[in-house]
């Protein structure tokens, strides 16, 4: 099993910056990355690293978000950049180990216009 433990969400204006950190209970694992869901939508996928190293990013936030990792610390990290009313959503983490899927409990971004 992995805990997850989200911080850094938040009240911004639009235009504004938030980083978002997700502190897995195991340091090692695989793939890892953010998805975000808003009210009445499905999760979607912000970005993700692969196994194999590359990351990827849903194209509404290439360019303004940037996905990371602190092996020292253990921690991913999000950066949220110009940030828009359309990011609101409660943001969760995703690590994967040997195939299984482990998720934060959320953390709320609200982007007001």
């Known amino acids: 099993q992995v805990q997850l433990v989200e911080s850094g969400g938040g009240l911004v204006q639009s235009g504004g910056s938030l980083r978002l950190s997700c502190a897995p209970s195991?340091?090692?694992?695989?793939?890892y990355g953010w998805y975000r869901q808003a009210p009445g939508k499905q999760r979607e996928l912000v970005a993700i690293?692969?196994?194999?190293?590359?990351?990827n990013y849903a194209e509404s936030v290439k360019g303004r978000f940037t996905l990371s990792r602190d092996n020292a610390k253990n921690t991913v990290y999000l950066q949220l950049n110009s940030l828009k009313p359309e990011d609101t959503a409660a943001y969760y983490c995703?690590?994967?180990?040997?195939?299984?899927?482990?998720w934060g409990p959320g953390t709320q971004v609200t982007v007001s216009s």
């Open positions: 195991r340091s090692i694992f695989s793939a």
């Open positions: 690293t692969t196994a194999g190293g590359s990351t």
């Open positions: 995703y690590v994967n180990l040997v195939g299984r899927s482990f």
